[in-house]
């Protein structure tokens, strides 16, 4: 194990409209339960976004990792250095949800993966760094990721591209396959074709769903909806109503999802199912959805975090799937290098990259 501090690149966050500085950190030796992993990329997903809303700065973001075990803690059993690994969301291990096997319900989610204060990382200066976003802060050359939240997976799988399951493709994908348990011949509209959108898409194909639609304000998305899946796509600047056009002169649809977190989006998502039906709500936002209760008779609505996905079972599932050409989300990445770590953010939110993937090596 590592006694000395590892010195590495990472992108430090500021304040909450700053750029990121991508400069020397230097990060402690893990911690009895945690594991040093050498980053090999990372994806880049819109909840790094709210690393700037919640203000833990100077704070390493970044949930999407994929490396290499280089050292590992006194208490750690499952993992040794040389595995490769994908870094998920983190979650305590001892509460009710963690013990019956569902992580993502965890009763110390939000304070383990949004509001984890812990600085094992230095400036150069000697000033703490908060290093455990999502558990893990992987916009660095290494990173500090506890056992429970750090997936083993085959060597032969190129960590280059896997770091977006641990988040946003995982969620996108456990929307259908565990939250909506989707069957086939199930229909499903899904609104917003990012990655977690195109990950559903993706999904909903190989579950082998009914008529799938999807809404974008892109073009280069729906076109890419079209390819992975979809039977048919809705600009929604278009004319009509939202739910008008996505239901056209079709039926109802069995399931919808929603990954904007704009209102009106998910009014519509809630408006196209029908009875029985299910909308699931993924967006990290916060503006207020108005719903009259009427208006969801015999429908049903879930705000569903990481698609229902204990990550040691489904990441595995996910990549056997991808590895026989059944699941292409790696279709969906643009790679930057660290450095350019703020043009990846600036193509994120304009749409031209789906997923930025940030890579370290050679930093
Ligand atoms: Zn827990
Ligand atoms: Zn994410």
Excluded at 220 to 236: F, K, S, T, W
Aim: some cysteine; glycine content about 12%; charged content about 15%.
């Amino acid at each position: 194990m590592t006694a000395v501090p590892t010195e590495t690149l990472a992108a430090v966050l500021r304040s909450a409209d700053g750029q990121f500085d991508v400069e020397k950190v230097a990060i402690d030796a893990p911690a009895a339960n945690e594991v040093l992993v050498r980053v090999v990329a990372a994806g880049m997903c819109h909840t790094d976004s709210l690393a700037r809303a919640i203000g833990n700065f100077p704070i390493v973001p970044g949930h999407e990792g994929a490396g290499v075990v280089e050292a590992i803690g006194s208490a750690v059993t499952s993992l040794r250095p040389g595995d490769h690994v994908v870094m998920s969301f983190d979650s305590c291990g001892i509460c009710a949800a963690c013990h019956s096997g569902r992580p993502y319900h965890c009763a110390e989610f939000e304070l383990l993966n949004f509001g984890n204060r812990r600085a094992a990382a230095h400036l150069a200066d000697g000033k703490g760094v908060a290093n455990r976003w999502f558990g893990q802060s992987s916009f660095a050359g290494y990173a500090l990721a506890g056992e429970r939240n750090a997936v083993k997976i085959p060597d032969h799988v190129d960590l280059r591209l896997a770091g977006p399951l641990g988040c946003g493709i995982m969620t996108g994908a456990g929307s259908v396959m565990n939250v909506m348990q989707l069957r086939s011949g199930d229909s499903i509209a899904v609104f917003g074709a990012g990655a977690v959108g195109l990950a559903a898409v993706m999904a909903a194909k190989l579950s082998g769903a009914g008529e799938i639609v999807a809404v974008d304000i892109h073009e280069n998305r729906r076109a890419l909806a079209l390819e992975l899946g979809a039977d048919r796509v809705v600009d929604p600047a278009a004319g009509d109503e939202l739910a008008v056009q996505v239901v056209g002169n079709g039926a109802p649809f069995d399931f919808s999802l929603d990954t904007t977190a704009r209102a009106e989006v998910m009014s519509a998502a809630t408006e196209v199912i029908g009875r029985p039906g299910l909308a699931v709500l993924v967006g990290a936002g916060f503006e207020p959805l108005t719903l009259a209760p009427a208006s969801l008779a015999g429908k049903a609505v879930a705000y569903a975090y990481l698609g229902h996905a204990n990550p040691q079972v489904f990441l595995p599932r996910l990549i056997s799937l991808w590895q026989r050409g059944m699941f292409p989300f790696d279709r969906l990445v643009t790679s930057f290098p660290l450095a350019d770590i703020n043009q990846a953010e600036v193509a994120s939110a304009a749409g031209s990259a789906i997923k930025p993937v940030l890579m370290m090596e050679g930093q």
